[in-house]
């Protein structure tokens, strides 16, 4: 499973063994991957179990659905370098490591354009930006023929950077062909969704239930809405007050100093309410390499097979040869309304605390292999959970942040499945956004157009949801001896679980060492 998907356990699980090297997604590496699969049973019941929903999953994505021919995501994270700018060894082994990563591009590129030979023109558009920035730290910065990570370009310059420009040019502009000439269909179709979405999850998804769940959450979130915004601005609209609170933000530079205020706010939080037992670490702003630009913010954490080092927390800020006002809207995002939402997800109790929790787990299934659902999930759950504990219970704002954070995290849920199954198209999806999710311009397009390449992002609000339903359980099972923190050590003591078999976390609580879970299993 592993040697398929290099980039994600190199750096979300530190298996630095992967250094330097690129998964093999051309039609022949990949056929011959998946026919690799398979083993033993590992020796834990509930690994055994986890494992077997990944193999599942990567037989649909790479064999039954064959993404690696239609979506140019998976070769653009396997040729990303950015992974080697956390300090995670010493800068020597991770320039080698490098390095050997940029000589292996012109064979990596051979494989894309080799695989990708179904893009829709929607998708290509898409990731162009993503892809074109997968170079920016190689190419001279201006003025200096230096590259901004080696040796100058031209006389004398590195032939290991060079060979890697010009594949990645071979590249650009095979996406730039889909992009012109490809076709314009981009839905998997309901039933292939809902095997996309389940499989990994080792449960059943219905879409007509998760488009009545999503319609029901957004119901709810209004309301929230409408309460946080009746405190701020009694009497008025809550679209009006909405449009003041965005108006509010930082300016581009800004936005990272207050995201680190924010950081160290919402991490001492979760240690004084006890939310994430055992953590500990740092986590340092900066803004996010250009090859990633395709999020808005995202967590790069310190990860479970690593030494320990800073985790980062990355921010998409707006491009500076953007006209005033789309960088307006762009900045909207980071409002000092929704900011803090958004480091309270990315950060503590969310991503940054998971990350954490997971390096103290000794199972290799638990610590290697982890469910989008659950990982975006906790972090969504972690944003209601410090409104319910009172995080910064004095500003009406912050409620009205989780629940603009949410609104448009489950439009996402909306949107993906409009998308796939064909009923909605990209712009339907941007209107989608600006109505129910006060986002606005770019970023409602971004918010749209990646559902044409990401049709699982609706996993924010389907995770967030089922682990309530488990918390629900949790408290009707252990009546007065629930508390928040015993619920959350049960549950990241299980890593990152597909979303059916969170409830062993119920069974399992009180009987295992928080810290070491079972034993390994034998199979990863």
Sequence with gaps: ICDLSM???????GRHEYDGRIEDLSPEGVRAGLSGLGGPPADDPHDEAHLAAFERLVRLELGELELHRSNPLYHIGALDVSCYDREYAPA?????????????????????VAALDRVAAPVAEALLPAAKGLTADLEPQEGSGEPQGGAPVGQGSDPVVERALDAHKRLVAHLEAAAADGHRETALGRGALERLLGTGEALEADLGRLEERADAERDRLHALLEEACRRLRPGRPTAEVVAGLLEDHPDADGVLTEADALTAESIAFTLEHGLVPGLDG???????????????????????????????????????????????????????????????????PGHF?????????????????????????????????????????????????????????????????GTHAGTMTVEEGVARFEADAFCYGPAARTEAARATFDPTYGRYTWGKLEIMALRDQARARWGAGYSHARFHDALLRLGSPPLGLMAAALDEAGSLDPLKGPSPGSRT
């Excluded at 020597?92 to 894309?112: C, F, I």
């Excluded at 900045?331 to 000092?336: I, Y």
């Excluded at 787990?361 to 409104?387: K, N, P």
């Design 7 to 13: 980039s994600t356990v190199r750096e979300y699980t």
């Design 92 to 112: 020597d082994q991770r320039a080698e490591a490098r390095r050997r990563h940029l000589a292996a591009w012109p064979d990596a590129v051979d494989a894309a």
């Design 282 to 348: 740092e986590c340092l702003v900066a803004p996010s390499p250009p090859s990633r630009r395709w999020a808005l913010a995202m967590m790069s954490w310190a990860a479970p097979y690593e030494a320990d080092a800073p985790s980062r927390y990355y921010i998409s800020p707006p491009e500076p040869d953007w006209p005033a006002d789309e960088q307006d809207d762009w900045l909207k995002v980071f409002s000092r309304t929704t900011l803090p939402a958004i480091t309270v997800h990315e950060v503590a």
């Design 353 to 417: 605390a998971h990350g954490r929790r997971l390096r103290q787990v000794r199972s290799d299934v638990r610590r290697t292999l982890h469910s989008l659902s659950f990982v975006e999930g906790w972090a969504h759950y972690g944003e209601e959970v410090c409104v319910e504990e009172g995080f910064r219970g004095d500003d009406p704002r912050f409620a009205a942040g989780v629940a603009l954070e949410a609104l448009q995290r489950v439009t996402r849920l909306a949107v993906s499945i």
